[in-house]
């Protein structure tokens, strides 16, 4: 069963807007982390949010955790038209950590100028 | 310094032949795995090695896919008697778990085209 699940599937804004990604997933993890990916290509690691933490920042990025609803966000804020690519999360399980990495099927952003 | 990387970037083989992918991790980082990735859709765990051994290859899909590592370092996939649902981009990566820090990197893939 898939672990990551990302809400929206797509996502078009305008620049300067905020996107909000979603995530949830289904077992008890020890992280969550949130990919970039663009073009179909290599992923880029953008953030990494533990168990027992409840909000990060990196830059114009906000990851919020909820343990409880078994859920994450990502916020991009002032978005610009290069921050268009797919977003994913990954999360680990409980038992194997930093093992089998599960990651949702994405969020694809669209940043129109 | 080096990113990882992976060989062929693009693969086109026939139906039935083996074809096998390489992937270089950076240096150092003890952990590599294995994806798979449809055309629009998410990644695919396939296989995770800690230095030579791989304590998961639950997501291998079927006997026809093997992976090996040697020196702790380079790894292959290969697979057998490709079929054209083999066709995807197949992503590696490594990750150094040093600190607890799992944070994994990604090559640049290698296309598989199965005709």
Same mark, same amino acid.
């Given at each position: 069963s898939q672990q990551g699940e990302e809400d929206p599937q797509a996502l078009s804004i305008q620049e300067g807007e905020n996107a909000t990604m979603n995530c949830s997933y289904k077992t008890s993890i020890n992280n969550l982390q949130w990919y970039r990916q663009n073009s179909g290509r290599g992923l880029v690691h953008l953030i990494l949010i533990r168990s027992n933490e409840r909000e990060k920042h990196s830059g114009r990025l906000r990851v919020t955790l909820d343990t409880s609803k078994k859920s994450s966000s990502l916020l991009i804020t002032?978005?610009? !038209? !290069?921050?268009t690519a797919s977003y994913f999360c990954a999360t680990d399980d409980q038992d194997n950590y930093g093992q089998n990495f599960v990651f949702g099927p994405g969020t694809r952003l669209s940043v129109l100028p | 310094g080096a990113g990882v990387s992976q060989s062929p970037s693009n693969k086109v083989t026939e139906k039935g032949k083996d074809v096998e992918l390489r992937c270089d991790p950076i240096?150092?980082?003890t952990a590599l795995y294995w994806y798979r990735q449809s055309l629009g859709q998410g990644l695919e765990f396939l296989i995770y090695f800690q230095g030579n051994s791989a304590? #998961?290859? +639950?997501?291998?899909?079927? #006997?026809r896919f093997s992976a090996e590592r040697t020196g702790g370092s380079v790894s292959t996939l290969t697979i057998q008697r &490709?079929?054209? $649902? #083999? +066709?995807a981009v197949y992503l590696c990566a490594s990750s +150094?778990?040093? &600190? @607890? @820090?799992? $944070?994994q990197y990604f090559g640049p893939g290698t296309r598989l085209t199965v005709t």
């Open positions: 002032a978005s610009r !038209a !290069a921050d | 240096s150092g980082h304590p #998961d290859k +639950s997501g291998l899909p079927s #006997d &490709t079929q054209q $649902e #083999d +066709s +150094s778990q040093v &600190t @607890s @820090s799992y $944070e």
